[in-house]
């Protein structure tokens, strides 16, 4: 049996091309939607449709690596907050971050949701969902262990509440500060008085 092909290392040069390409696509996606054009995102990549193309030879794969590693920096956040702030406040501080996550994500779910063919994206990323909901179980434990958050709050509770926020707040384009607002309120509920 022959042995696979090992994948060689990728050139300085060619890894610094996909991170711009991922980086113009975050933003490009974030505004536009999953339908966003790929000659935009080459062009703010600074890269040819080519180059883009080599990399993520389908819109779907970018995508993918569009949610993936914005999951990974938010939960990689969460152990930050962890180790430089109390427990209740890391939570606050953690759910923050997740709530301007959400927010953002918002426009690109719902374009993934109304244009269709990639919307089995979001099931297929369930490895995002495990993280993300890994990460405010740590934190949530952590806080209530140190008697910071009462102790019926669920972690899935947490995440439906920063995301129904969120979602209230997409609602009225005219106040980008509400889903912090509602977070504060909401906070109140989560964490114990000192």
């Known amino acids: 049996m022959a042995e696979p092909a090992r994948r060689r290392p ?3 040069d060619a890894r610094r091309n996909r991170d711009r390409i991922v980086a113009a696509a975050q933003e490009v996606f974030a505004a536009d939607g999953a339908r966003a054009s790929l000659e935009e995102i ?3 990549a600074g890269v040819g449709s080519a180059t883009l193309h080599r990399h993520f030879p389908t819109r779907r794969s970018l995508l993918d690596v569009v949610f993936h590693d914005r999951v990974e920096a938010l939960c990689a956040k969460a152990g930050e907050h962890a180790d430089r702030r109390e427990p ?4 606050v501080a953690w759910l923050g971050d997740l709530n301007v996550y959400a927010a953002a994500s918002h426009g ?3 374009s993934l949701l109304r244009d269709g063919p990639d919307a089995d994206l979001l099931k297929r990323n369930d490895d995002c969902q495990a993280m ?3 990460a405010a179980g740590e934190l949530l434990d952590r806080a209530q262990r140190a008697g910071a958050a009462r102790p019926g709050v669920r972690v899935e509770d947490l995440l439906a509440l920063v995301s129904a926020l969120s979602l209230a707040a997409e609602q009225r384009d005219d106040d980008e500060g509400r889903a912090n607002r509602l977070l504060d309120i909401a906070v109140n509920g989560v964490l114990l008085p000192r």
């Open 42 to 44: 080459a062009r703010r």
């Open 108 to 110: 690109l779910v719902s």
């Open 10 to 12: 990728m050139r300085a």
């Open 132 to 134: 993300i909901t890994a």
């Open 88 to 91: 209740g406040d890391a939570l």
